[in-house]
């Protein structure tokens, strides 16, 4: 990184002597702090909120599964649906369309896993590998509102990061004045000085995971007869045994390729192979603290400073800046150009075919000022029109998501086209509260049910208290602390709604509703933060059955197989069932 490494690493070396005299000072037993544990550290920020994808190999056994049932095309129609990789309806960031990533009609250079067959292997003795349901870290929303519909006349920003807590803390506050640094806000363990999240002397910054695709797995031809030797170029390896200290006393240690560390096995067509994982950030993390350098010194100035800063990071976050001019976003990562023929959503055959071709120019990257209709917002949905999600983010771009909160209340906040900062903090409060498919789910429902007779008045009656929970505002608060949620529309719609799900999949899925469950949950409940769910397939799928525009379909009909009295059927038998459950 030149002479701004050099700085960046004397700034660390700087820390490390604070930490170390400090340490000295009070006679501590621990081993003396080395570049070595900031390393680290900004390693862990990267792989605990700044990166993404990695998951192909259970998609892929999935997509076997799909493919066995219902035959090589209809299977893989139902997977492109289900993955949701790009869409023209996905609420986003900013304007204009940032096109990366694409799903290839002859995909050679990916591999499907036999159904199942998949199994993870642990690095420490005694610890199972937990397969995500929910993307880790997907939590932050940020609302932002330019200058020109404003009514102070300057730009507002509103930014909800959220990191959770921990003990020992991943961040702390600073207030800081020292030489060439003056900035107030968080910073984070790893960084020497540098504001993370927070304000400079003239503008203002915030995170949220972008969860972009910096992660791909391969699938290793085994070699020899061996499940520690592959095929790479022509050659047969021996994979690296690699030592990584302990875990609770117990020793840490896995296999290595070319490509990273081997995450499991599987078998294709019957035959056995290893899969390996590799991350475009990985011996780059520390490289992230370019950009927070920049932040804190003095260099960003404007939009264009900032995103020149922005991108120095290899790890994948949206940034957002604001300034008393202008609001901006910019989404970074060091993101992989695939070959053409390698299915971004797959695992790539490891025999070194198919590699990386280089790394997207930061131009390409999801970024923009002062958006047409005045406001940016986001809550860890796609930034931009045409950036396809990651392999293990299904929900990134569907039609709707949790976004539509933040957006909803908006549009109910503003006032003759204009929000004050009060305003705009309450959008973001009543969101943090509300339940989305009470606003996104239960109008669908009801227009798919109009007309038609319900199967009991309790039934209907449930409907009719939905309907009610939405007009509401659709919140999940407890008020009284009586330990329910307040609104009988929430408990109506938690007991029913893992029915309504089912009965809209089931005609298609059918055994495969539960695999589809463990890759993307049917809804996640708060505290994860509704960022997962199949409202967001029910919201494309039952639109188009009931003749209403939607921009790029699904190639497949679920609810009742396209049949909308099927569908009715359907859904209203799951309220009845819902209903005798909560009798």
């Given at each position: 990184?030149?002479?701004?490494?050099?700085?960046?690493?004397?700034?660390?070396?700087?820390?490390?002597q604070?930490?170390?005299?400090?340490?000295?000072?009070?006679?501590?037993?621990?081993?003396p702090?080395?570049?070595?544990?900031?390393?680290?550290?900004?390693?862990?920020?990267?792989?605990?909120?700044?990166?993404?994808?990695?998951?192909?190999?259970?998609?892929?056994?999935?997509?076997g599964?799909?493919?066995?049932?219902?035959?090589?095309?209809?299977?893989?129609?139902?997977?492109?649906?289900?993955?949701?990789f790009?869409?023209?309806?996905?609420?986003?960031?900013v304007?204009?369309?940032?096109?990366?990533?694409?799903?290839?009609?002859?995909?050679?250079?990916?591999?499907?896993?036999?159904?199942?067959?998949?199994?993870?292997?642990?690095?420490?003795?005694?610890?199972?590998p937990?397969?995500?349901?929910?993307?880790?870290?997907?939590?932050?929303?940020?609302?932002?509102?330019?200058?020109?519909?404003?009514?102070?006349?300057?730009?507002?920003?509103?930014?909800?990061?959220?990191?959770?807590?921990?003990?020992?803390?991943?961040?702390?506050?600073?207030?800081?004045?020292?030489?060439?640094?003056?900035?107030?806000?968080?910073?984070?363990?790893?960084?020497?000085?540098?504001?993370?999240?927070?304000?400079?002397?003239?503008?203002?910054?915030?995170?949220?995971?972008?969860?972009?695709?910096?992660?791909?797995?391969?699938?290793?031809?085994?070699?020899?007869?061996?499940?520690?030797?592959?095929?790479?170029?022509?050659?047969?390896?021996?994979?690296?045994?690699?030592?990584?200290?302990?875990?609770?006393?117990?020793?840490?240690?896995?296999?290595?390729?070319?490509?990273?560390?081997?995450?499991?096995?599987?078998?294709?067509?019957?035959?056995?192979?290893?899969?390996?994982?590799?991350?475009?950030?990985?011996?780059?993390?520390?490289?992230?603290?370019?950009?927070?350098?920049?932040?804190?010194?003095?260099?960003?100035?404007?939009?264009?400073?900032?995103f020149?800063?922005?991108?120095?990071?290899?790890?994948?976050?949206?940034?957002?800046?604001?300034d008393?001019?202008?609001?901006?976003?910019?989404?970074?990562?060091?993101?992989?150009?695939?070959?053409?023929?390698?299915?971004?959503?797959?695992?790539t055959?490891?025999?070194?075919?198919?590699?990386?071709?280089?790394?997207?120019?930061?131009?390409?990257?999801p970024?923009?000022?002062?958006?047409?209709?005045?406001?940016?917002?986001?809550?860890?949905?796609?930034?931009?029109?045409?950036?396809?999600?990651?392999?293990?983010?299904?929900?990134?771009?569907?039609?709707?998501?949790?976004?539509?909160?933040?957006?909803y209340n908006?549009?109910?906040?503003?006032?003759?086209?204009?929000?004050t900062?009060?305003?705009?903090?309450?959008?973001?409060?009543?969101a943090?509260?509300?339940?989305?498919?009470?606003?996104?789910?239960?109008?669908?429902?009801?227009?798919?049910?109009?007309?038609?007779?319900?199967?009991?008045p309790?039934?209907?009656?449930?409907?009719?208290?939905?309907?009610?929970w939405?007009?509401?505002?659709?919140s999940?608060?407890?008020?009284?602390?009586?330990?329910?949620?307040?609104?009988?529309?929430?408990?109506?719609?938690?007991?029913?709604?893992?029915?309504?799900?089912?009965?809209?999949?089931?005609?298609?899925?059918?055994?495969?509703?539960?695999?589809?469950?463990?890759?993307?949950?049917?809804?996640?409940?708060?505290?994860?933060?509704?960022?997962?769910?199949?409202?967001?397939?029910?919201?494309?799928?039952?639109?188009?059955?009931?003749?209403?525009?939607?921009?790029?379909?699904?190639?497949?009909?679920?609810?009742?197989?396209?049949?909308?009295?099927?569908?009715?059927?359907?859904?209203?038998?799951?309220?009845?069932?819902?209903?005798?459950?909560?009798?």
């Open positions: 990184a030149g002479p701004e490494g050099q700085a960046v690493l004397h700034d660390i070396d700087t820390f490390i604070g930490i170390n005299d400090y340490r000295a000072s009070i006679g501590s037993s621990i081993e702090w080395t570049r070595n544990d900031i390393f680290a550290l900004n390693s862990l920020k990267s792989q605990f909120l700044g990166q993404g994808g990695g998951d192909e190999a259970r998609r892929s056994q999935f997509l599964g799909l493919i066995q049932r219902l035959g090589q095309k209809k299977g893989w129609s139902v997977f492109n649906d289900l993955r949701q790009k869409s023209p309806e996905n609420p986003t960031a304007d204009g369309k940032f096109k990366y990533g694409h799903i290839p009609k002859n995909a050679k250079g990916s591999v499907v896993l036999d159904p199942g067959s998949f199994q993870p292997t642990p690095a420490a003795p005694n610890v199972t937990q397969p995500r349901v929910v993307p880790d870290g997907q939590a932050s929303n940020v609302l932002m509102i330019a200058r020109e519909r404003s009514k102070t006349g300057r730009p507002l920003m509103v930014g909800g990061p959220q990191l959770g807590y921990f003990y020992p803390g991943l961040t702390w506050e600073i207030d800081m004045n020292a030489p060439g640094l003056r900035w107030r806000g968080s910073t984070t363990v790893p960084f020497p000085g540098y504001v993370a999240i927070g304000r400079g002397v003239d503008f203002a910054t915030t995170l949220t995971s972008a969860g972009a695709d910096i992660i791909d797995q391969y699938v290793e031809t085994l070699c020899n007869g061996s499940d520690e030797m592959y095929l790479y170029k022509g050659e047969c390896l021996p994979m690296e045994h690699f030592e990584a200290g302990t875990l609770d006393g117990e020793p840490v240690s896995f296999l290595r390729t070319v490509h990273g560390p081997v995450v499991g096995y599987a078998t294709v067509n019957g035959e056995r192979v290893a899969i390996s994982r590799k991350r475009s950030s990985y011996g780059e993390d520390v490289v992230d603290q370019l950009f927070f350098r920049r932040l804190s010194n003095g260099q960003v100035d404007s939009p264009q400073s900032y020149k800063a922005a991108a120095k990071t290899p790890q994948t976050f949206n940034s957002f800046y604001i008393s001019k202008h609001i901006a976003e910019f989404t970074s990562a060091l993101l992989p150009i695939r070959p053409k023929n390698v299915d971004p959503g797959l695992p055959v490891g025999t070194g075919e198919y590699e990386w071709e280089g790394f997207l120019g930061t131009k390409k990257h970024q923009g000022v002062d958006p047409r209709d005045g406001t940016i917002t986001n809550w860890n949905n796609g930034a931009a029109k045409g950036f396809g999600a990651a392999d293990d983010e299904w929900g990134k771009n569907g039609s709707a998501g949790r976004i539509d909160l933040l957006d908006l549009r109910n906040l503003q006032r003759n086209g204009k929000w900062l009060a305003s705009v903090v309450a959008a973001m409060n009543a943090a509260t509300q339940d989305v498919r009470a606003i996104d789910t239960v109008p669908l429902l009801v227009r798919l049910l109009k007309g038609s007779q319900a199967p009991s309790m039934a209907q009656q449930m409907l009719d208290v939905l309907v009610a939405r007009k509401s505002g659709g999940r608060l407890d008020r009284d602390l009586d330990g329910l949620i307040d609104h009988p529309g929430a408990a109506i719609m938690d007991a029913a709604w893992p029915q309504i799900a089912n009965a809209a999949m089931a005609p298609v899925l059918g055994p495969q509703l539960e695999e589809l469950r463990r890759l993307f949950s049917r809804w996640s409940a708060p505290p994860d933060g509704q960022f997962s769910g199949w409202y967001m397939y029910l919201d494309k799928d039952i639109r188009a059955l009931l003749g209403r525009t939607v921009k790029a379909p699904f190639r497949n009909s679920y609810c009742g197989g396209g049949n909308k009295a099927a569908c009715r059927q359907s859904v209203w038998a799951a309220i009845e069932a819902a209903g005798q459950e909560l009798a």
